[in-house]
């Protein structure tokens, strides 16, 4: 059976896309099928897999492929069309084997509004019925269609009905921050918002209307894998001074915070399992430093920072023996994420 991750926060710029990719790529590497899904209306891990530097640019696939993408395969379900969802068609990642990419489409904030009237009304509206597990439909039949072991769901900076929907129908989530006061306000009012939601989709899971639909409310409970901290400044390895203070804050949140509301919402996995996995009290899964200049290079290459050859990195002597160091470390990073992922979803 496929794995579902969302990776979520509402909190835009904490490393969601870029994790998406650095993680997928890690875990095909190592052998898994993985689907990477755009469900970002700025299509920014699109742009990145395809190489495309903005949204005009992106213009030109959308007019070649008009049905590859997420918006166009709910279509049917959000404009009532006499055709079933089917499998989505994905993109092969370059370079990377077992990497997919479900690619995004800015249109699909257009069934925002209906996706959230439906998740607050459909217990009584029967044409809402099949909208609440149309996402997770087109995912279980695209991942079948590829064979996938997991789909990574790189969401959009919101609390919007959409991400409501696609993290409580998977079965993890990962909260990437980044070390700056709001990620600490982020993880506070995810505190008050998952289990709110949480309290939705139990109530959605009991109505036969939905439970009966065409594209049926799946039955799941998603649970926490932990945080990812990135992009701190480091100084001899660790992160400076200023950025220490934040990674404090932010452990601290989770710890005392979010984890024992998560708990009492049954969105924990069992002790042992985080344990046998190594993850501690704070639920940190990794602590990544800024990639600095290695940023721009791993986007021209469409590479991730620690699989970039000498070839992509294209400098010389000093400078490329002291950046392939750098990039070594942050494969060893990675491919510890990936390990400890791996050992939480067994
Ligand atoms: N570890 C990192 N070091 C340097 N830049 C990073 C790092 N992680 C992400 N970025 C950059 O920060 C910006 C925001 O990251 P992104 O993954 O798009 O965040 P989100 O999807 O949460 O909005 C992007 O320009 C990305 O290239
Ligand atoms: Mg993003």
Redesign the pocket.
């Known amino acids: 059976m496929v794995k579902r991750i969302a990776l979520f ?1 509402h ?9 998406t990719f650095n993680l997928g790529w890690m875990l095909a590497s190592k052998g898994k099928r993985v689907i990477m899904v755009d469900a ?1 209306p700025q299509c ?1 891990l699109t742009g990145l897999v395809l190489g495309y530097k903005g949204l005009s640019e992106l213009d030109n696939y959308y007019q070649k492929h008009p049905e590859r993408n997420l918006q166009a395969a709910l279509a049917p379900a959000f404009e009532s069309r006499p055709k079933e969802i089917t499998a989505v068609e994905c993109i092969e990642t370059k370079g990377r084997r077992n990497l997919f990419l479900l690619p995004g489409s800015i249109k699909l904030s257009e069934y925002e509004v209906t996706l959230g009237i439906a998740q607050e009304l459909s217990g009584s509206i029967q044409t809402l019925q099949n909208l609440p597990g149309s996402f997770s439909y087109v995912l279980a039949k695209t991942a079948e269609a590829y064979n996938a072991d997991y789909i990574l769901l ?1 969401m959009n ?1 919101s609390l919007s009905s959409i991400n409501q929907n696609l993290l409580l129908t998977s079965d993890y989530f990962l909260i ?1 921050t980044s070390p700056d006061y709001f990620s600490v306000m982020a993880l506070d009012s995810l505190s008050t918002v998952i289990p709110r939601w949480a309290d939705w989709s139990r109530k959605a899971q009991t109505l036969q209307i939905l439970t009966s639909a065409t594209y049926p409310f799946p039955n799941v409970s998603p649970k926490f894998l932990g945080i990812i901290i ?2 701190y400044r480091p100084r001899s390895g660790v992160p400076a001074k200023g950025f220490q203070k934040w990674v404090n804050e932010i452990k601290t949140t989770v710890t005392d915070k979010l984890s024992p509301v998560l708990n009492r919402y049954g969105l924990l996995l069992p002790e042992s399992t985080y344990k046998e996995a190594g993850v501690g009290k704070d639920f940190c899964l990794s602590e ?5 200049t290695l ?1 721009a290079k791993s ?1 021209s290459a469409r590479t991730p920072i620690y699989a970039l050859s000498p070839k992509q990195i294209g400098s010389g002597g000093i400078i490329l023996k002291n950046t392939i160091k750098s990039r070594d470390a942050f494969k060893g990073i990675f491919n510890d994420l990936a390990t400890t992922i791996l050992a939480l979803t067994r």
């Open positions: 926060n909190k835009g710029g904490v490393s969601k896309t870029t994790t970002d920014n790189d900076p990437p990135q992009k990544i430093a800024d990639f600095n940023i986007q």
